[in-house]
């Protein structure tokens, strides 16, 4: 690994789990409290648009009340050092206020609000959106978030970064929602792959390292070889 080489980081809820943020699939999980039919998906949206906002709201909440945790510090570091992109399914933005520049949301951001008719209207939102606050255009504000059943914008340019990484680290994601999930087939042949977590979950690739354990705990020494390796090339 040279400080050309690109790193990619492909990141799931499991890495803001030490920040107090729920993760979806864990005992305890959102979607232990929640249906995912009611709250994401967009026909849950039409039938019930207050229960979804709410649910948001206190997530959004919940995000702004965090702090990023050692293993955001982590991902942030490596930009000092490589070529480095965050492929995030978080809608939190602890990755950037970590200090990651380079940071790919391929779910959303809960810190932002759409126009319900015009995905490209976006507007900055920190507190909570309510029934009857309209986008720019006048219609009903929603969450930026990609729900199940809607495309996923950002994939096409997350593949590309992910053809062109010389390493893919995988941090605190079940690998269980498509088609987050598959960025993990764009690597070139022979990439490799560390994935932490303490359930890691399985990547067929050729060259895969498990890290078994918290993403805060495992991630910013591996970071930190990552950075003394290139003291030794
Ligand atoms: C689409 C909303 C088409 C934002 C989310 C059947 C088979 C396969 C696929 C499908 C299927 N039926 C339907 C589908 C497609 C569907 C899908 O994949 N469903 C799954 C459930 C099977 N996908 C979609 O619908 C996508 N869209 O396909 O559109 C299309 C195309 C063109 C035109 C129109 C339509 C949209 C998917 C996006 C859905 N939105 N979230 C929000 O509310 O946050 S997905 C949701 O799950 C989250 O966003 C999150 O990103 C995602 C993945 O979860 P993880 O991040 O991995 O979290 P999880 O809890 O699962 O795991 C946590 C991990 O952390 C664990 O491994 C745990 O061990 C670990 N961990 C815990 N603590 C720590 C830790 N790791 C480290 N340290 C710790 N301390």
Sequence with gaps: MSSTSKI??????????????????????????YSIEDVATPDGWQRNPKLVLDFYNQRRRDVLAAQPNAAHRACARLQDYFDTVVITQNIDDLHERAGSRNVLHLHGEIVKARSSVDPDCLVPMTGDIQLGDKCPRGSQLRPHVVWFGEAVPMMEEAAAETRTASQLIVVGTSLRVYPAASLVEFIRPGTPVTVIDPAPAMVSARNVTTLPGKASEMLPPFVEKLIAALGRT
């Design 8 to 33: 990619v980081i492909l990141t799931g809820a499991g890495i803001s789990a030490e920040s107090g943020l729920k993760t979806f699939r864990d005992a305890d999980g959102l979607w232990e409290n």
